[in-house]
């Protein structure tokens, strides 16, 4: 198969294994009990902070290491960021005040889970990977569905997604070859040291700020006497910000598409910001309707969750161009703004729970991410000048 058509199988892949996700959070919004849905997402959220950075080790590792080496090395790399993730779930879990002590554990399990399935993928070409894919989605609607129609809490969504990370991650037991050692791994990686660790900076950034609100809002909304909790607004919350952040995460490939072009360049040229301009273009037009979708939104999800959206539309605007300028700053070898982007992330993380109130959290998504460009572009800005004088 030529890289071309393989390419476009995976685009496809990647579509049909979106909507089935999307599905699935539109059918637990239907079944789970009040407040049940805003804290499976607030855990989705959670998990996949912890999950994507080996996520993105791997694709750092792919551009130094064999095909066959890529599998091995996850599977020894695994099992340590495993323990790390863990630690950090017993520090930051209490500060949550989760309702049940089962949802930590299930929350465990998906993490797990999720760094299983990513340990699969390497371990098969791409036409059964992209199989796999997809049947683990299938797995996870069909198993969230029954659980969540008999047991209507969150633990039947974390269920449903353990099940799906497992179906994904089978090929990692597959036999595979040796491991190389650690001191070949990283004579293959230190030529492009700083590439890498800058790459590990932005995804680790893009975790924290395109989730770090579900998180968040778990206190914001619950952290209060129970009989004073409006679990139906919470869930109205995290359905419009499931909704909002597929705006963000759905335009990452025209984004990944200008990476390739321009990452090839020596500099920028006109050509090479076609594909900038085509996202722009489109992040506007798509905010501009998520602030008038209130319709759609309730047909989806039920309630009134377009209560939300004006302030997610302009979030998701601030958030896009974050998303536009770190990945520019990685094409274009600018290192710094993405190490710079990486610690606002994590003042953005710490912001919004600073902030700990359901009518501001979108307010405060807006301002943190207009602090955090305004920061990485005066950073940007002054190490220009200085090289240009």
Not at 101 to 117: D, I, K, M, R, T
Not at 192 to 209: E, I, N
Not at 245 to 257: E, K, M, N, Q, Y
Not at 304 to 326: I, N, T, Y
């Amino acid at each position: 198969m030529n890289l071309p058509e393989t390419r476009a199988r995976t685009g496809v892949a990647g579509l049909v294994i979106g909507a089935l996700t999307l599905l699935t959070q539109i059918v637990l919004r239907r079944e789970l009990a009040p407040g049940e849905f805003g804290t499976l997402n607030a855990l989705f959220g959670l998990a996949l902070i912890l999950v994507l950075p080996l996520a993105t080790l791997g694709f750092v590792l792919r551009r130094v290491l064999a095909p066959a080496e890529l599998g091995p090395v996850l599977n020894r790399l695994a099992p340590v960021w495993g323990i790390a993730c863990f630690v950090l779930l017993f520090l930051v879990l209490p500060a949550l005040q989760l309702p049940r002590l089962s949802l930590q554990f299930y929350l465990f399990l998906a993490v797990g889970a999720g760094l299983f399935a990513i340990c699969g993928r390497p371990a098969m070409d791409a036409r059964w990977c992209t199989l796999l894919g997809v049947s683990a989605a299938v797995v996870r609607l069909l198993v969230g569905a029954w659980c969540g129609s008999d047991w209507p809490v969150a633990e039947s969504g974390l269920g449903a997604l353990v099940l799906g990370c497992a179906v994904a991650g089978l090929p990692a037991l597959r036999d595979q070859p040796e491991a190389p050692a650690l001191a070949h791994v990283w004579r293959q990686l230190r030529p492009g040291l700083v590439p890498a660790l800058a790459t590990l900076s932005l995804g680790g950034a893009l975790a924290l700020f395109t989730n770090a609100d579900r998180v968040a809002a778990q206190t914001a909304f619950t952290a209060r006497d129970p009989q004073f909790i409006d679990y139906a607004r919470f869930d109205e919350y995290q359905a419009a910000g499931l909704l909002a952040r597929c705006v963000v995460w759905g335009l990452l490939p025209l984004l990944l598409l200008f990476h390739r072009q321009r990452s090839a360049l020596a500099k920028t040229t006109s050509a090479s910001l076609r594909w900038l301009w085509i996202y722009l273009g489109v992040l506007l037009a798509a905010t501009i309707l998520l602030s008038c979708c209130g319709g759609l939104e309730r047909l989806l999800f039920g309630g009134a969750p377009d209560v939300f959206l004006p302030g997610f539309a302009g979030a998701v605007f601030l958030l896009g161009l974050l998303q536009l300028v770190g990945v520019f700053a990685l094409a274009s070898r600018r290192h710094v703004e993405c190490f710079v982007l990486a610690a606002c992330g994590v003042g953005y993380t710490a912001w919004l729970f600073v902030v700990n109130s359901p009518l501001l959290l979108t307010s405060g998504m807006a301002g943190g991410a207009l602090v955090s460009l305004a920061l990485v572009l005066l950073v940007g800005v002054v190490r220009y000048a200085r090289s240009h004088p």
